[in-house]
């Protein structure tokens, strides 16, 4: 099994909701990632977990909650978020290869729309 | 992080070969080069990887000169189903879960 699976495809929520994503690999992959993407952009860097353990939150609002709950599994949690939050949200893996190098496994995805 | 810069970018035809190039001038030492491909609405997929000299898988070709400070990703042959979007990223090695940005990547359109 070699790929990064994300549910839902699709959701759309008020900006008073809660929600969850949801990312899994059964790769024994030890570090995964959140990036938010915008249309026409690259992904930007959001969270990072390393064995479990979220090692980089790159300054992400409070409205966003990662959770690891095992090493295939990776939750974000979503909160009062706003309108311009409204994007593909995408999981990865990594796996380490010569040295200090990493490949990163992409899920296809999330789209989430903020109403 | 290594910021990195490629054209936005790039039309070829079936049939040639593409080449890509990244710029990253302030390339740390521990750093790896790598390049991911996206199509629409997909997540993005690698592609190859190096540190210096030259690099070749089944899909692509990595050349990265001496001093490191660029780097050309070589398709050869390329179809109508290669028009995507290539990023290329140089990562940091410090950490145990291999932390890069993505550049603004380069758009490859292939015609018929």
């Known amino acids: 099994d070699t790929e990064v699976t994300q549910t839902p495809k699709h959701l759309v929520m008020g900006m008073t909701n809660k929600k969850s994503l949801k990312c899994e690999q059964h790769?024994?992959?030890?570090?995964m990632y959140w990036y938010k993407q915008k249309a026409k952009k690259p992904p930007e860097l959001m969270f990072v977990?390393?064995?479990?353990?979220?090692?980089i939150n790159e300054s992400v609002p409070s409205r966003f909650s990662p959770e690891c709950p095992n090493s295939s599994l990776l939750n974000l949690h979503l909160h009062a978020l706003q309108p311009e939050d409204s994007a593909l949200y995408l999981c990865?893996?990594?796996?380490?290869?010569?040295?200090?190098?990493?490949?990163?496994?992409f899920g296809p995805g999330t789209r989430l729309t903020v109403t | 992080l290594a910021k990195t810069t490629q054209p936005i970018s790039m039309d070829s035809y079936e049939g040639q070969e593409v080449n890509i190039t990244c710029s990253h001038n302030?390339?740390?030492?521990?750093?790896?080069i790598t390049w991911y491909q996206q199509f629409p609405s997909q997540g993005p997929r690698f592609i190859i990887q190096?540190?210096?000299t030259k690099v070749t898988n089944e899909v692509a070709s990595l050349f990265i000169p001496a001093d490191r400070k660029s780097s050309t990703l070589s398709l050869p042959r390329v179809s109508l189903s290669d028009t995507a979007v290539y990023y290329c990223?140089?990562?940091?090695?410090?950490?145990?879960?291999?932390?890069?940005?993505f550049g603004d990547g380069t758009t490859l359109t292939v015609k018929p």
């Open positions: 302030n390339i740390a030492t521990n750093d790896y």
């Open positions: 790769m024994g992959h030890r570090a």
């Open positions: 990223l140089v990562g940091d090695g410090n950490t145990n879960a291999g932390k890069s940005t």
């Open positions: 190096g540190y210096k």
């Open positions: 990865a893996s990594s796996r380490r290869l010569a040295g200090d190098s990493y490949e990163q496994y």
């Open positions: 977990y390393s064995y479990e353990k979220l090692s």
